[in-house]
């Protein structure tokens, strides 16, 4: 593609250690040099897929919404289109997504070993990803698991399949190349210490899948091998996340200009914290089985606890510096950083509202949605926020700053309607997993918070797409040399 034609410039050297002052107090500068080679063309090329599989997903919202249309149901090929094509959004718009992602990270991070895999590691989650997106126009049986719902079907099955298989290559690919940082850290080797950290979590991730298959027993009931399936290690894949996340938010704290009150040995000491956690799923499954109680019970809770010790210092001392360079709107940077800004922001408001959910959840209702929503769209957003930083560093276009700033308001703040709703709702007894048609009869309060709950979706919807249009105006522009990173 035209958009990863880049000029041969030396490949930029990690960054010296710097600093951000603020008052008389130095901070870590938390950013890192970007490659000028192979493994940069292999980001752009996973950028895009990530990108493709929002485009994707959110089509499929689209046709989500056109399926429940009074005399448009009619139209769709299959009669459950509605169900089969929500697998497939959310699949692509989580699962896909994340992981392409994060195979753009972990190739800017990496050495230049074994790019060879990594590019097979692409093609492979690209196929998969393709057959997916396909998968709800032939049919099957939708299975609203957690984590990875499932349609069982030839098309869909395969597509997670190879999928799966490319995101193995990729993990493997990302243990192979993880640069070593050593123990004299500065805000770069804090950084790619959290990145590593994300891939060997990725890695307990697939571990405790494979463990699963062999031991969950194949006779059970779909809904019920396909939660056992992958309970374990969609747990272990949030922390792996999480780590994602953490570094999304230094690097954008960083971009705009804020001075984050954390030493780099102490960031990446709340890095391997939240590596422990991930660690600790070992022994559970040492400890008990898979189709236990305590399995289930456990693995909810290191989840719920363990990741909260490494969240909440660095989003405290992110909103801290934020808070502080607000009192001098200079400090936060030229108009180009409202992006950045306004996705760091979001995604902060978001994920603290998803997490204290979480902790409100008592028995089966849609608080549970409520929580996990909060979560994933935290990191979706922070993610978003990354993808306009890195741009005009990899030679592509530099984001609309207006459009690509109300892109992230529009899209967190539908979503925060969608989970207010989804709270409320629950509050008066709404049970998740359950379709609008499944109650004959509902109490105003219910249908207040369900209303909210689709509004808000609508508009989430729309900013979703409006991240694709701003990311799709960055490649159509013509790339210039990588602006790089000031060392």
Not at 265 to 281: D, K, S, Y
Not at 307 to 321: D, H, Q, Y
Not at 370 to 394: E, F
Request: hydrophobic share 60%; charged share 10%.
């Amino acid at each position: 593609m035209k958009a990863f034609a880049l000029p041969k410039l030396p490949v930029a050297a990690a960054p010296v250690a710097q600093m951000r002052t603020s008052g008389d107090t130095a901070y870590g500068r938390f950013t890192f040099a970007l490659p000028n080679d192979g493994r940069l063309r292999l980001a752009c090329a996973f950028l895009t897929l990530a990108t493709l599989a929002l485009a994707a997903s959110g089509v499929l919202a689209l046709l989500l919404v056109l399926s429940r249309t009074p005399g448009l149901a009619r139209l769709f090929p299959v009669a459950d289109f509605f169900r089969v094509a929500l697998v497939a959004h959310v699949d692509l718009s989580v699962l896909v997504w994340f992981v392409s992602f994060a195979g753009a990270l972990w190739s800017l991070n990496s050495t230049r070993r074994a790019l060879a895999a990594g590019w097979i590691a692409l093609v492979l989650a690209g196929a998969g990803a393709v057959l997916i997106a396909v998968s709800p126009f032939a049919g099957g049986t939708p299975i609203m698991s957690n984590y990875v719902p499932v349609i069982e079907s030839p098309a869909f099955l395969t597509g997670l399949a190879v999928f799966g298989a490319g995101f193995a290559l990729l993990v493997a690919r990302g243990l192979i190349a993880s640069p070593r940082v050593g123990v004299r850290l500065d805000g770069a080797g804090a950084l790619r210490f959290g990145l590593n950290g994300a891939v060997v979590a990725a890695a307990v991730a697939l571990l405790a899948f494979a463990w699963s298959y062999a031991a969950v027993p194949t006779a059970l009931e779909p809904k019920t091998y396909y939660e056992l399936l992958f309970w374990g290690s969609g747990h272990v894949l949030q922390f792996a996340w999480t780590l994602l996340l953490l570094v999304a938010w230094l690097l954008l704290a960083d971009a705009i200009g804020l001075a984050v009150p954390l030493s780099p040995r102490v960031v990446a000491l709340l890095f391997g914290i939240g590596l422990a956690a991930v660690f600790a799923t070992t022994l559970i499954y040492l400890a008990y089985d898979v189709a236990s109680v305590e399995h289930h019970r456990l693995q909810t809770w290191l989840m719920r606890f363990g990741g909260g010790l490494a969240i909440a210092p660095v989003a405290a001392a992110v909103l801290w510096s934020f808070l502080r360079a607000a009192r001098a709107p200079a400090a936060l940077g030229d108009p180009a950083s409202r992006p950045l800004r306004a996705a760091l922001v979001m995604s902060i408001l978001l994920f603290g509202v998803g997490g204290v959910i979480g902790y409100l959840i008592h028995g089966s209702n849609v608080k549970i949605p409520a929580h996990y929503h909060g979560a994933i769209v935290g990191v979706t957003i922070a993610l978003m926020g990354v993808a306009y930083w890195l741009l005009p560093h990899v030679g592509l276009g530099a984001p609309p700053p207006r459009l690509a700033a109300w892109q992230c308001y529009l899209y967190g703040g539908g979503q925060l309607l969608h989970i207010v709703g989804l709270v409320w709702s629950g509050g008066y007894g709404v049970q998740r997993k359950v379709a609008d048609g499944a109650l004959a009869a509902r109490s105003i309060e219910q249908t207040l918070g369900m209303g909210l709950m689709g509004i808000g979706g609508l508009v989430a919807i729309v900013g979703g797409m409006l991240f694709v249009a701003v990311m799709l105006i960055a490649f159509a522009r013509r790339p210039g040399p990588p602006a790089g990173l000031r060392a």
